[in-house]
């Protein structure tokens, strides 16, 4: 098993780079007051072990200890970071005195492959993403040279503004309800694997909305390069070093050779001077997303090579996270008729007529619907698990422990919305889904003046006790294009299908004993897919 020899070379290769900054601790730690410590039965080998191998039981271990303490020491393989936890507390990470530079360092280099000539921009820029630079040696850098400054612009222009996210929810609709029309309508179809069905038709629905339908015409193995690079990024970035991570590697650079081969011949056709340009959507880049990206990457001078490795992470973050999310919201409804009713009716109300006179889905409507809201929310609240991390850029004092500057803090996602005094409901603890979590009836007139009862969504929870993504400057970009996108597509499933639950099956399909839990192999992956799917029958309705 090649994998297994790369943990076992790879736990070597910790221990013996590791003596010397063992030794150097032991020497500190006399010295100043620790908070407590994760216990570790070999140094520098346990916890990282545990974590890559059973993330689940690290994570147990994990809430364990700060179930004492709003803050933990960890030795976590070479590093010694901090875990914190408490709203307060964690709400601190995302101010301006921590940063998340030296993760986004490795993710890039790392899971992106970029050159060591297009990172050296990267390194070379200390100004930080903020339009106020950062003091030090880069302050003076000229704006348009300030390339983390730069690409967090980028990103509010193309993922978070109005504009790009109204485009995505029309395109993608229009891609999606092609994939569901190659159902016979009125048809019973037996055998669908829901959470499959989701990775193959949200995928193929969702690229043509971002980057155009090119991609896959030249690839008719997309689908299936993009599942297996898919696990790649966090093993990449936070696991062994890619010399010993031969495997993974190559997924990465199969992958990454795909979007470069797409982003040479699509810059090669556009007219970047053209009336495409500033359309919302055209067949050669996409949207304005992929054609923001490939401007700013080309502002850099980056090699293809790198470009192509940003549309691999680009095209990660937009599919790895929101489908086994959109997997867990239809697993939930359909085991829970009656939820399923009542979100089904809800839904209703976000439903809108085109030119074309087919019904589609208005996303902001949706995004305000009580009842779909606090499903959602409690399904990233359970399977959203990720360590989100920092390093401090001067020395903090976190929960009565002063940090030095440089040290690295996580708060576990894990920890805060498991938390029983935050989220326990009589009934329904903290650990179980309860789709009327985040609801509360309220009582109002409506329109003739009577009184009616109607559900409010709300969160009992603050920023630093739900935080599926992250929070402050480095928050996640695409949060906006995820909500549209699980919304969209769970509504236009319920809205235009009859659905049957049959039974739980494996993910090659053959029959499971029992319903899905998280995958345990997705270790800090952001949004845990199921370890098994759903089968069921539909029908088609319009
Ligand atoms: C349910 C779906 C999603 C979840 C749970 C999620 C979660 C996250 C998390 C936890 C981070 C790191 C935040 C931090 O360190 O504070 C992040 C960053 C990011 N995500 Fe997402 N994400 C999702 C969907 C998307 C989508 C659809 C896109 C793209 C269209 C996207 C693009 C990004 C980008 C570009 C960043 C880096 C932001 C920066 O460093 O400035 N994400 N996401
Ligand atoms: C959509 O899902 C169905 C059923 O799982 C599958 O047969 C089909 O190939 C998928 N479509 C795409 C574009 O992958
Ligand atoms: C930060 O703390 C260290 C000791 O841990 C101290 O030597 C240093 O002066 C402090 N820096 C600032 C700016 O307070
Ligand atoms: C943050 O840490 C302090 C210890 O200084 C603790 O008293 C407090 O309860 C923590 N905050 C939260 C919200 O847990």
Redesign the pocket.
Known sequence: MPEFTSIILGVLFLVLSLVTTFLNKQNHEKRSQQPPRLGETIPYVSNIWQYMTNNRLFMTRVRQILKDTPIAQCQLGPMNTYLVTGNSNVSLI?RSSFT?EP??LRILENAGGYTSTDMAHYYADGSG?TSRPRRGPSELLPPEKRIWHT??RM?DDT?IHARPINA?ATSFQGFFAQELEAFPADEWVENIQIFSFLKSNMTAA?TRA?VGPRIMDQNPDFIDAFWQYEKTPATLAFGLPPWINRRAVRIRDRFGAMCREWYELADRDFDWTGPDRQADWEPNFGSQ?SKGLALWAKSFAFSSQSIGGAFA??LS??????IP?CGWVMFELLQNPELYLAVKEEISEAEITNQASKVYFDHQKLTSLPLLQSVFTEV?RLH?S?L???TSTENITIAGYTLPKGSIVQAP?EVAHLDESTWGKPGHPASEFWGYRHVKEIETTDETGNVVNKLEFFMSGKTGSF?????????????F???A??LLAVSMLISRFDIEFVEWVKLDGSFSERAAIDDIRYANA??KPPDRDMKVRWRRLW
């Open positions: 995302f998340s993760w986004i993403a690409s967090h990103h993922l995505f969702a971002v997303v992470l680009l973050g937009l599919h790895s996270n929101v999310i990233m959203v990720v989100i991390t920092r996602t935080f599926p993504y992250g929070g402050g400057i480095s928050i996640c970009a695409g949060r294009i995820a909500n996108e699980v952001v949004a």
